[in-house]
């Protein structure tokens, strides 16, 4: 069954770089004053981001915390690639659905101020995502679960502890 979900990494990879290329090109857009294209780049990108939010944590329910195989001077690297990645992309959400209610109710000053914030941290997000796939499944062999849905009963554990 864990093989079945498999194919959803590399879905998470393309989703993030479909999302780097449109925020990309959103800010290209809205600096030569290409509003409607701007607003169709980023409406876009907040779809893409949340097909890849939906996808990654389906991924991560059903085959688990994938570790790094990495060894020696690159474990560090990864690390510190990751673990801001990891915060970011917690911060990343509602800074996105902020942004982006904004502009949709009209708010352009306020839109602007928080998108100077929202932009750069988006972008690392979504490259630092791909990066991520790559050195994690790519470049050096993943340590699979020996127990896969180790999250989903360690999560049910956890919420009937909680309960008592």
Known sequence: MMDSYHSLA????????????????????IKNKRVKAHRAC????????????????????HVGNVRFGGEGWIRPVYFAILIPHVILAGLIVPLAIATITFALKGNFQRHRRIARITWPL?????????????????IYTPIYPANPT???SSAAEAASVGAH
């Open 10 to 29: 590399p879905l998470n990879a393309v989703l993030n770089g479909c999302a780097t290329i449109l925020l990309l090109a959103g800010f290209i857009f």
């Open 150 to 152: 180790a999250f989903a």
């Open 122 to 138: 988006w972008m690392y997000v979504s490259v630092t995502g791909v990066v991520i796939y790559f050195m994690l499944y790519k």
């Open 42 to 61: 980023m409406i876009s990108a907040m779809a893409v981001s949340t097909i890849f939010l939906a996808s990654y944590l389906t991924y991560h329910y």
